[in-house]
């Protein structure tokens, strides 16, 4: 019974201690921006043409649709709208200039 206990406490110690000490190192802190928007691509092509380039670079992104856009379009039976979709491409804050360097932004 006692070497349940010893084992216990060993284990709290050696795996508890250092994943604790770990997410009190990673907790948020008032004022940390975790990523930064580097910009909105007009479309679908357009973002994977900015993702591509970053990833070549070597930089990670995230990227976020923001819903679309009713474009008007004019035909001779009447109006129609179609729609225009636009990504907005997040980054690293650390990665900000250089990504804006890789994308001549």
């Known amino acids: 019974m006692l070497g349940?206990?010893?084992f216990f406490w060993v284990t709290v110690l050696v795996v508890g201690?250092?994943?604790a000490w770990i997410a009190w190192r990673s907790r948020p802190r008032p004022g940390d921006t975790k990523l930064?928007?580097?910009g909105v691509a007009g479309g679908e092509a357009?973002?994977?043409l900015w993702t591509g380039a970053l990833r070549g670079a070597g930089i990670r992104c995230h990227v976020r649709g923001v819903g679309n856009m009713a474009?008007?379009?004019f035909s001779s039976t009447g109006s129609a709208g179609r729609?225009?979709?636009q990504f907005e491409v997040w980054v690293r804050p650390k990665d900000e200039a250089r990504a804006r360097e890789v994308l001549g932004l």
């Open 4 to 6: 349940i206990y010893i």
């Open 17 to 19: 201690v250092p994943l």
């Open 36 to 38: 930064v928007l580097l």
């Open 46 to 48: 357009e973002a994977h």
């Open 71 to 73: 474009v008007p379009e």
């Open 83 to 85: 729609y225009s979709y």
